[in-house]
């Protein structure tokens, strides 16, 4: 792993319950395990995201949705989700507590 240019943007990973469709500034993409809708419907992730924006600058985030609309989740999304993170160039995985 070589170094990071001060001036690259950190890649930081959520995995959760998804994003509110109307959010887009730093988003650079999302994934959806659940089989439900991509977006947000009860909020956690979305509260998430606003927390690492609200600390965080210069930062590209990918949003991994794991939970349903109850915010519940199997074992498979979440290890479909680590996963595919393990071939991506991310930096910080974030998966608040649920």
Same mark, same amino acid.
């Given at each position: 792993?070589?170094?990071?240019?001060? #001036?690259?943007?950190?890649?930081?990973?959520?995995? +959760? /319950? @998804?994003?509110?469709? $109307? &959010?887009? $500034? @730093?988003?650079?993409?999302?994934?959806?395990?659940?089989?439900?809708?991509?977006? +947000? #419907? !009860?909020?956690?992730?979305? $509260?998430?995201?606003?927390?690492?924006? @609200?600390?965080?600058? !210069?930062?590209? %985030?990918?949003?991994?949705? %794991? &939970?349903? /609309? /109850?915010?519940? /989740?199997? $074992?498979? *999304?979440? %290890?479909?989700?680590? =996963?595919?993170?393990?071939? =991506? !160039? %991310?930096?910080?995985?974030?998966? *608040? *507590?649920?």
């Amino acid at each position: 792993m070589g170094k990071q240019d001060i #001036l690259d943007k950190i890649k930081i990973a959520v995995i +959760d /319950s @998804g994003i509110d469709k $109307s &959010l887009k $500034s @730093g988003i650079t993409e999302i994934h959806n395990y659940t089989g439900e809708d991509e977006f +947000d #419907l !009860n909020r956690h992730g979305t $509260s998430a995201f606003n927390y690492i924006m @609200g600390y965080c600058q !210069n930062i590209d %985030v990918i949003i991994c949705k %794991v &939970l349903n /609309s /109850s915010g519940k /989740s199997e $074992s498979s *999304p979440l %290890v479909a989700a680590l =996963t595919d993170l393990l071939d =991506t !160039n %991310v930096n910080i995985i974030c998966m *608040p *507590p649920l």
